[in-house]
């Protein structure tokens, strides 16, 4: 067995219809690893709030590495704002959110929606108005713990999403 360089890996490029919200991010390095985990899932495009640490940030261009310039990005300060033009552009947006409606996500269905908005809370407060959302995806968790980071609550999701979207257009193909 050998262990593979960057140089000798070929992934297939595709895009999916899937765009990423962060409500309010603060750190730095969750903006960055957003960017990182977004590209390597083929997300099509991520929206920062103003108050986020910008692309320009020392420790965002360090944790992103190379893909701030490989997905689109805008910046939005009304967020109940976003959220009704996302909608009207006939995305469905899910929260990653813990809450009393909450389905886990290898029990939600991705793949009947034609777009989707994943939508991180800030790491203090959670969604900004959970009541702008169609619906909360949780991550089943065995320890002590009842959270995990947003970025790794992110990363999981866009694997589950990813899959279930990758198998309905094999389907149709």
């Known amino acids: 067995m050998k262990q593979l360089t960057h140089y000798e890996i070929e992934?297939?490029?595709?895009?999916?219809?899937i765009t990423i919200v962060c409500d309010a991010i603060r750190t730095p390095e969750n903006i960055g690893m957003c960017f990182r985990i977004?590209?390597?899932f083929g997300v099509s495009k991520i929206y920062?709030?103003?108050?986020?640490?910008?692309?320009?940030?020392r420790?965002?261009?360090?944790?992103?590495?190379?893909?701030l310039n490989q997905i689109e990005s805008e910046q939005y300060?009304?967020?109940?704002?976003?959220?009704?033009t996302l909608k009207?552009?006939?995305?469905?947006?899910?929260?990653?959110?813990?809450?009393?409606?909450?389905i886990t996500i290898q029990d939600f269905d991705f793949k009947n929606h034609e777009k989707l908005v994943l939508l991180l809370g800030s790491e203090r407060n959670g969604i900004e108005n959970i009541?702008?959302?169609?619906?909360?995806?949780?991550?089943?968790?065995y320890g002590r713990n009842s959270s995990m980071n947003v970025?790794?609550?992110?990363?999981?999701?866009?694997?589950?999403?990813?899959n279930q979207i990758k198998s309905r257009l094999e389907v149709t193909s």
């Open 77 to 84: 300060n009304d967020f109940n704002n976003l959220m009704s």
């Open 59 to 67: 420790i965002v261009k360090k944790t992103a590495r190379n893909t």
């Open 38 to 40: 977004a590209e390597s």
């Open 48 to 57: 920062l709030h103003e108050s986020s640490p910008s692309m320009d940030n």
């Open 151 to 162: 970025i790794h609550s992110l990363a999981i999701t866009l694997y589950e999403a990813t």
């Open 88 to 102: 009207e552009e006939g995305n469905t947006i899910i929260g990653i959110e813990i809450t009393d409606e909450s």
């Open 11 to 17: 992934n297939k490029a595709q895009q999916f219809p």
């Open 131 to 141: 009541d702008l959302v169609d619906a909360t995806v949780s991550i089943p968790m």
